[in-house]
């Protein structure tokens, strides 16, 4: 099977197992996204959407955040991963959004790339969910998930390589759709330690079935 037939094969599966598709993290407004992806580096986003009510009740926007201290913030997030570290990013990247942005969430890559705490994989998704741009964003889940299924070669050892090669190969209006699909396959089907082969809906067409 060619990559090129590998890629018809599990867009196809996907299209029709998941046709509508979103993020499992739950926000209202571009800015609490962005917190929320924020905080879901190296977090589950259970562990997240359990933090981010009582935190977005008392900081529903990037007016109110920035007008307090790391300290406050962190109160709300003590849970999750890098708790300090993220409370600090969360305010700086507040004052930035008011100071520069009035407040709101920027759409252009680089505008989004300048804000504390965000990475090329957190940029994606904000696209990509936000504001319905054809973003790749590769996470750990779409970096495994894209190597099992053959998506991608050995060469692509790096997640702006996996990304270049899944842009390049999946349709523009399917890339939005695509990083869910990754996602959640590896989050409930193809896992880490043991993928869930068979519950798979794409045996048939794995490479890395029989390991």
């Known amino acids: 099977m060619t990559r090129k037939e590998r890629y018809e094969a599990v867009l196809a599966y996907f299209r029709e197992e998941m046709p509508e598709v ?10 609490q ?14 562990r997240i959407n359990q933090v981010t009510p009582e935190l977005f009740r008392h900081y529903p926007d990037a007016k109110t955040m920035a ?21 600090e990013h969360l305010v700086k990247m507040a004052r930035i959004l008011v100071e520069r942005h ?12 300048d804000l504390p705490g ?8 904000v696209q ?23 998506l991608v070669s050995k060469k692509d050892d790096t997640p702006y390589k996996v990304e270049q090669m899944l842009v390049k190969n999946i349709p523009m209006e399917d890339i939005p ?10 989050r409930y089907v193809c896992t880490s330690r ?10 048939s067409v794995c490479p890395s079935v029989c390991l």
Not at 177 to 186: D, E, N, P, T, V
Request: aromatic share 6%; charged share 20%.
């Open 194 to 203: 043991r993928p869930h082969c068979e519950k798979c809906g794409l045996v």
């Open 102 to 113: 009035d407040g709101e969430v920027p759409s252009d890559m680089n505008l989004l790339l």
């Open 67 to 87: 007008k307090v201290e790391a300290e406050d913030v962190l109160e709300y997030i003590k849970s999750v991963s890098y708790p300090n570290s993220k409370a």
């Open 118 to 125: 965000v990475g090329r994989k957190t940029a994606n998704v």
């Open 177 to 186: 759709r695509a990083h869910h699909w990754l996602i959640l396959h590896g």
């Open 33 to 46: 996204l962005l917190v929320a992806v924020i905080l879901s580096a190296q977090c589950t986003d259970k």
């Open 22 to 31: 979103q993020t499992e993290l739950e926000f209202g407004s571009v800015f």
């Open 128 to 150: 990509s969910v936000a504001f319905g741009k054809s973003a790749m964003a590769v996470d750990t889940h779409v970096f495994r998930v894209s190597h099992r299924l053959g």
